[in-house]
């Protein structure tokens, strides 16, 4: 079996999918507009892609599975500012005083994600 997409429901699917392309580079499908009631961001080969589905139900609680993303051309906290630029609010913040933790953040919708120290801060 192959993870094909992960699939989010909400309110504008094209929107959530201009935000995600923001964050993580990849492109919004070319078939994909405002008022579609699907739309996704297209991963690079061997990466599911992000699909996001309108439903008529707004988020109500804290989500059940959400992305750990690892930064790879930036630090953990120049990530965190830039995704806030692009429209991200800080839910938890979970950094540690010795550089290690990480910060979950919500994206435009609501939903939890968050941003680990990169591999460098790792072997750092």
Not at 16 to 44: K, R
Not at 54 to 72: A, C, L, S, Y
Not at 108 to 113: A, K, R
């Amino acid at each position: 079996m192959i993870l094909r997409h992960v699939t989010v429901d909400c309110a504008d699917p094209y929107a959530q999918a201009t935000f995600w392309s923001a964050v993580t580079g990849w492109p919004v499908a070319e078939s994909d507009g405002p008022g579609t009631d699907d739309a996704l961001v297209e991963a690079p080969p061997g990466t599911p892609g992000l699909l996001f589905i309108r439903v008529p139900e707004g988020k109500q609680m804290k989500n059940r599975i959400h992305f750990d993303w690892m930064p790879t051309e930036r630090s953990r906290d120049e990530e965190v500012r830039r995704i806030i630029e692009l429209g991200a609010k800080v839910y938890e913040d979970h950094r540690t005083d010795d550089g290690l933790g990480w910060v979950t953040l919500v994206d435009p919708e609501g939903n939890e994600f968050c941003i680990e120290r990169s591999r460098a801060e790792r072997e750092g």
